[in-house]
Each structure stands twice: as C-alpha cells, then as structure tokens.
C-alpha cells in the first residue's frame, strides 16, 4: 500500500462555475484537491488535475487552507449576483479519511449554513457524513445528501474500489441520516455488477435514487472511461455482459419493479438541484 502524499495549499478560488455534467448548478465546490479513495473507473483520473500531477490518482490529497474564510468571501460575492446552488464534490470525494482530521467539509458546511445557498448536494461514498448530520439539518429541504452505493456486492465492490468504504457502512449511513431527517438519495453511480435484490435492500432506506453509467456519467460518452481500461477487468471477472451502454436498463427494470417513477432518475437528471 503505497503512503498518501498529503500537502496543504493555500487555493486562490473555492467556487468554481458549473459546467458540463453540472451545468444544472451554478457552481461546484471541492474541499480537497485528489482523493484516497482512487476508485478504479474515477473519470477524474482522466482530468487534468490527475494527468499534470504524474502520482498515480489515489497516492496524494492537497488540503486547502483557510478554506471556510475564502468560502465566504466568494459565496457573498456570488449570491449579491443571483441564486446560487452548489455541487460538493466534482472531483473528491469530500469525507474521504484526512477529513476526520481536517474538518475542511464541516468547515465548509458551517459558512453555507450561516450564507444558506438557494440548494446544495453533497456527492459522497462516505460513511463520515453522519458526523455532520447537525448541520445539514440547518439546511432543511435546501440539502440533499447523495451516497454512492454503486452494487450491493462487497466482492464486486473490492474487486472495483477497494479503497472506499464498505458498502453495508454506506446503507447504514444513509439509514442514519434519512431517520435524522436529511434528504438523501441513494446513487447507483456508476452501476457495477449487482444482485437482483439490490432494489429491495434499498427501497425501506430511500424514496429517491439515481442510475448512471460510463457512458452517460463520465463527461466524455464513455470515452474516458475506456482509456482507463476499464473493460479488462470486467473481462476478468467473466461480467463482459455488464459493461455496454445497454447494460443499465436490467437495473433500471429491477428498481422500477419496487420504486414508483417518479423515485427513479437517470443520470444527470438525478443530480440536478
């Protein structure tokens, strides 16, 4: 196991302009800069971010510093020109592990809950959410916590991020915040190989979730994705069937089996404000 280089930089900007995938909200918002968690299929591995950098993606977080005091400057700035919603994280995961110990998302949390942006997603694979639950409660239906639950397979989640957390820690997570009484979904993103109870072992936890896929989620219409091979290991496994433009549909059909239309979104239409 290679040992994360972690670096504290002082960023010049927090806020940046949704764009793309993300055009949906005005802006996006990233506490960290890398992430330890280095899912195998992250479409940020393909980014610039990642390529100028050369360390493998996953080896190297930068901290931003001072990070809730230029939060606040900027969002002040931003709301005085029109409403403002914000996506947090593009390209982090924001409650990777070094922010037990930063604390630059509970930071970060604290300045939108005092200059309340209009609506603000928060992007995570993290059980370490739940810490925060007090303040995104301040938020009430202006948040909504959205947790990557990509299968309900543990093998198949080791075999693709065997670095993020486990995902029964996921489902309890969410379990704790939906019972608290923050919004959340549940975001099969990217699907990967599941069984055909993964609808009914979501469907007592959440009223909402999203499917998406590489080739709808990754900015590039799978583009990027296949650069980064992802296909070989599908190939390893013996699960070719599962890697296809297509391949979505079967779990769509599954959760349409148990949740009503309206609880179901594909792709970027489930990240919208």
Same mark, same amino acid.
């Given at each position: 196991?290679?040992? &994360?280089? @972690?670096?504290?930089?002082?960023?010049?900007? /927090?806020?940046?302009?949704?764009?793309? *995938?993300?055009?949906?909200?005005?802006?996006?918002?990233?506490? @960290?800069?890398?992430?330890?968690?280095?899912?195998? @299929?992250?479409?940020?591995?393909?980014?610039?971010?990642?390529? *100028?950098?050369?360390?493998?993606?996953?080896?190297?977080? +930068?901290?931003?510093?001072? #990070?809730?005091?230029? /939060? !606040?400057?900027? /969002?002040?700035?931003?709301?005085?020109?029109?409403? $403002?919603?914000? *996506?947090?994280?593009?390209? &982090?995961?924001?409650? %990777?592990?070094?922010?037990?110990?930063?604390?630059? &998302?509970?930071?970060?949390?604290?300045?939108?809950?005092?200059?309340?942006? !209009?609506?603000?997603?928060?992007?995570?694979?993290?059980?370490?959410?739940?810490?925060?639950?007090?303040?995104?409660?301040?938020?009430?239906?202006?948040?909504?916590?959205?947790?990557?639950?990509?299968?309900?397979?543990?093998?198949?989640?080791?075999?693709? &991020?065997?670095?993020?957390?486990?995902?029964?820690?996921?489902?309890?997570?969410?379990? +704790?915040?939906?019972? #608290?009484?923050?919004?959340? !979904? #549940?975001?099969?993103?990217?699907?990967?190989?599941?069984?055909?109870?993964?609808?009914?072992?979501?469907?007592?936890?959440?009223?909402? $979730?999203?499917? +998406?896929?590489?080739?709808?989620?990754?900015?590039?219409?799978?583009?990027?994705?296949?650069?980064?091979?992802?296909?070989?290991?599908?190939?390893?496994?013996?699960?070719?069937?599962?890697?296809?433009?297509? #391949?979505?549909?079967?779990? @769509?059909?599954?959760?349409?089996?148990?949740?009503?239309?309206?609880?179901?979104?594909?792709?970027? %239409?489930?990240?919208?404000?």
């Amino acid at each position: 196991m290679t040992k &994360t280089v @972690y670096e504290y930089k002082r960023p010049k900007t /927090l806020l940046n302009k949704g764009t793309g *995938f993300l055009a949906g909200y005005t802006h996006s918002l990233n506490p @960290y800069t890398g992430c330890t968690f280095g899912c195998s @299929y992250c479409y940020v591995r393909q980014m610039p971010v990642s390529l *100028f950098r050369g360390d493998e993606w996953g080896s190297w977080v +930068d901290i931003k510093q001072e #990070a809730a005091e230029l /939060l !606040q400057a900027e /969002l002040r700035k931003a709301k005085s020109k029109g409403p $403002v919603t914000v *996506f947090m994280s593009s390209s &982090t995961d924001p409650y %990777q592990p070094i922010e037990h110990k930063e604390q630059i &998302t509970r930071s970060l949390l604290e300045v939108m809950a005092e200059e309340r942006p !209009q609506f603000l997603l928060v992007q995570t694979r993290s059980p370490l959410v739940r810490r925060d639950i007090d303040i995104l409660l301040r938020f009430g239906s202006q948040v909504r916590v959205s947790m990557t639950v990509e299968t309900d397979l543990e093998h198949i989640r080791k075999s693709f &991020t065997p670095g993020a957390p486990p995902i029964q820690a996921r489902l309890q997570a969410l379990r +704790d915040l939906a019972e #608290a009484g923050v919004p959340v !979904q #549940a975001a099969v993103a990217p699907m990967l190989p599941c069984s055909g109870n993964f609808a009914e072992l979501l469907r007592p936890i959440v009223s909402r $979730v999203c499917i +998406d896929d590489y080739w709808m989620g990754d900015g590039s219409g799978g583009k990027r994705t296949r650069r980064l091979g992802i296909e070989s290991l599908y190939e390893q496994l013996g699960l070719e069937q599962w890697y296809g433009p297509t #391949a979505y549909r079967t779990v @769509y059909d599954q959760f349409k089996r148990l949740f009503a239309e309206e609880e179901l979104y594909i792709s970027q %239409q489930g990240f919208e404000p």
